[in-house]
């Protein structure tokens, strides 16, 4: 059977556009990766002579007309979305443009509590009145909202416009999404997916389905997270008849850089082009490969694979690894990165490995891997013992939903204060506090300061675990409204 051709329209527009040879007498400064200091290296001028701009021929994200329209008419044609289109400043900017296009001031809207901090920046500046959904939690892993959870609020609240969920989550676990969008749509409310690390699942089973497959309005993804696309590429895809296409392009528009960068969507056309290139015998070769780490791994004996009993789905390209005696994860990770392996994210419990949707010409070996993590030395002189600190998204409360104490235009105009933080419970916090990765707010602007937050945030400290947000933190003060 002949190959089928894959088209890569940006690449085939930026090629022309270096064979003419041209003179950049235009921005970037750089000039085609030949003005710079010596310092720089060779392959960084390689890779700034593919940063060009709006030249005739090179088309304008803005307003496509040419090789980016086609390369965006394919990427909707591999999804099978109504309209697709890429982002250059990741699925931040994605979900920005889904919130504000589809939200006015005042709509309510059930959002699952630990959705990304662009999701919680989106809702603010929507001036949204957001209900938060608990996710289920597993071994402080959040899985997502269940069906019921959504079943009942929407029983509760007549009015609600939007769901807004993530799916998977950043372990590549999820709920079923099939019956919550199907409930959603009979009642004519709009569901959003932030779905940023499953832009592969398109390839197929054994990738969970798709939030765009499954029927979700608009859905972004993060590009760059699992396929071989640059840092801040993302897709943005709308699907139903419900969206206000308008709007989105139009907040699209507003949101992203009136220079968008070339180098980005070029990767965002090849990234698409290796997905729709993606065959049942490369899906055969990369779970082989994955069967035999986790194999690997099974006989190890310090480590552990985690296996959820509460997700509905497993992305592959997840691995979850513990310390069968309780090592935390960012002593975890420090072992491992002294061997050279730098891991996507550590908790208090796990270490997270994002693995690459291979190919088998590819050099990317697990046996490497498997030689690196043989080096490393377990016994190390002070090992902590983990005991988990109670996660504040544990759904052992009876309340599935919770709200913001105050509304978004009030925190502009209150007053604030400094409080340490053992002192913190039962104030309304004046700060939003990130642990980075993942970037999922464990205190929210505006929310009551619970007991377990606290617990959850003295703990992470003391790990050093990376905190965004949070002035004071590092002297364990907190900034609460007065
Ligand atoms: C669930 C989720 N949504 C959105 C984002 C933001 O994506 P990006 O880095 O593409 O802006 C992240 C980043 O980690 C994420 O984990």
Redesign the pocket.
């Known amino acids: 059977m002949a190959e089928k051709i894959i088209k890569v329209p940006i690449l085939d527009m930026l090629e022309k556009h270096r064979n003419k040879k041209s003179i950049s007498m235009h921005v970037p400064g750089h000039k085609n990766g030949v003005v710079l200091p010596i310092e720089a290296p060779r392959s960084f001028s390689s890779v700034l002579s593919w940063d060009v701009t709006e030249l005739a021929g090179l088309d304008d994200l803005h307003e496509p007309e040419e090789g980016i329209k086609e390369a965006e008419a394919l990427l909707a044609k591999f999804y099978q979305t109504k309209k697709s289109y890429f982002l250059v400043n ?3 900017v994605g ?1 920005l443009a889904m919130i504000l296009a589809s939200i006015e001031p005042g709509d309510k809207v059930l959002v699952q509590r630990n959705c ?1 901090k ?1 999701v919680m920046n989106g809702l603010k500046l929507a001036k949204a009145n957001p209900i938060f959904l608990t996710p289920v939690i597993e071994s402080d892993i959040s899985i997502g909202v269940p069906y019921e959870t959504i079943y009942n609020s929407l029983n509760d609240h007549l009015d609600v416009k939007a769901i807004i969920l ?1 799916y998977p989550n ?1 372990y590549g676990l999820g709920v079923d999404l099939a019956s919550i969008i199907k409930r959603a749509h009979k009642k004519g409310i709009l569901v959003l997916v ?1 779905e ?2 499953g832009a592969h699942f398109a390839a197929g089973a054994p990738f969970p389905p798709s939030a765009v497959n499954l029927g979700a309005d608009i859905v972004v993804h ?1 590009a ?2 699992t396929l071989p696309a640059m840092t ?1 590429g ?1 897709y943005l895809h709308i699907n139903s008849e419900l969206v206000n296409q308008e709007r989105v392009e139009g907040y699209l528009r507003m949101l992203q850089s009136s220079s968008p960068s070339y180098p980005i969507m070029m990767s965002l056309d090849l990234a698409r082009a290796y997905l729709e290139s993606y065959s049942e015998k490369d899906k055969e070769y990369l779970i082989e490969q994955i069967e035999s780490f986790k194999q690997y791994l099974r006989r190890h004996e310090e480590l552990c694979i985690f296996e959820s009993e509460n997700s509905d789905i497993q992305d592959p390209l997840k691995l979850v690894l513990y310390h069968k005696n309780g090592m935390s994860g960012f002593e975890l990770q420090k072992l491992m990165e002294q061997a050279g392996i730098y891991s996507e994210l550590t908790d208090e419990l796990h270490v997270l490995l994002v693995l690459p949707l291979l190919k088998k010409s590819q050099p990317y070996s697990v046996d490497d891997i498997i030689q690196r993590l043989e080096r490393i030395n377990w016994i190390t002189g002070e090992q902590t013992r983990i005991s988990l600190a109670s996660n504040p998204l544990k759904n052992k409360q009876q309340h599935m939903e919770s709200v913001l104490a105050i509304s978004y235009e009030e925190m502009d105009i209150m007053p604030r204060k400094r409080i340490s933080l053992a002192h913190a419970c039962g104030e309304i916090s004046a700060e939003t506090i990130v642990p980075y ?3 999922i707010p464990l205190i929210q602007k505006g929310e009551i300061i619970t007991y377990d937050m606290v617990q959850k945030c003295t703990s992470l400290l003391t790990q050093g675990a990376k905190i965004q947000g949070g002035v004071y933190l590092k002297q364990q003060q907190i900034e609460v409204f007065v």
């Open positions: 990741g699925t931040t979900n990304h662009s993530t950043y932030d940023a690390h993060s760059h997270k801040m993302s990765p993942p970037g």
